[in-house]
């Protein structure tokens, strides 16, 4: 677990030196400064929202600038004899209460399809979306699953190839001893020629 509560499992299985807190401490110093050295991301001023909305555009200014909602307008909906007696007056208020009453009539058809089918629809609706959750979390479950696949499969290859690189590692520090063992020993030998031929040249004089 990192300082941000993410379970890291990138790190490799082998090489252990960042287990050192020296190590450690090395490798965080090398990161900040290079993270000092990087320009800072290039993240925009402003974000236009709902640019193909005017109306929720508009809404959404006014609920930013915390202006109020503007009061509901009922003036449309009342029913008002004509106070002068014309026959555009009269025909206004005619065509205002024919308006009104096929809006009454719509909202009584509107409430009985809701009454005979909304039910139905609000179950439908409810279904659909536990089936989209249930898709959502089955997909989840398997991502994370062949997330721990992966991990399990990468610490295996790494234990594995780790068994390899010991016995290697063993394998060229026993060579190199056994280079050295038979340098120090050609010396030795070249030395004791050295001491024999030396020693016949005296001898032969």
């Not at 941000?4 to 287990?19: M, N, Q, R, T, V």
Request: glycine share 4%; charged share 35%; with cysteine.
């Amino acid at each position: 677990m990192d300082e941000h509560g993410a379970d890291l499992d990138s790190l490799p299985y082998i090489d252990k030196e960042y287990d050192d807190p020296a190590t450690r401490s090395q490798v965080l110093q090398m990161i900040e400064e290079e993270m000092g050295r990087m320009s800072p991301p290039a993240i925009p001023r402003s974000t236009s929202l709902f640019k193909n909305s005017e109306l929720l555009r508009k809404e959404y200014e006014r609920v930013k600038s915390g202006r109020p909602l503007p009061a509901f307008d009922i003036d449309r909906y009342k029913l008002e004899t004509p106070k002068e007696s014309n026959k555009d007056e009269w025909r206004w208020a005619s065509d205002n209460a024919a308006s009104q009453l096929e809006h009454q009539s719509i909202r009584l058809v509107n409430l009985e399809l809701l009454q005979q089918f909304g039910a139905n629809a609000w179950k439908l609706s409810n279904f659909q979306k536990e089936k989209m959750l249930a898709a959502i979390e089955k997909a989840t479950d398997a991502y994370r699953q062949s997330g721990v696949d992966l991990n399990k499969a990468r610490k295996y290859e790494q234990t594995e190839a780790g068994v390899k690189l010991r016995d290697l590692e063993s394998r060229w520090e026993e060579g190199v001893r056994t280079c050295i063992e038979i340098q120090v020993a050609n010396c030795e030998l070249l030395a004791e020629i050295s001491k024999l031929e030396q020693g016949t040249v005296d001898g032969s004089v």
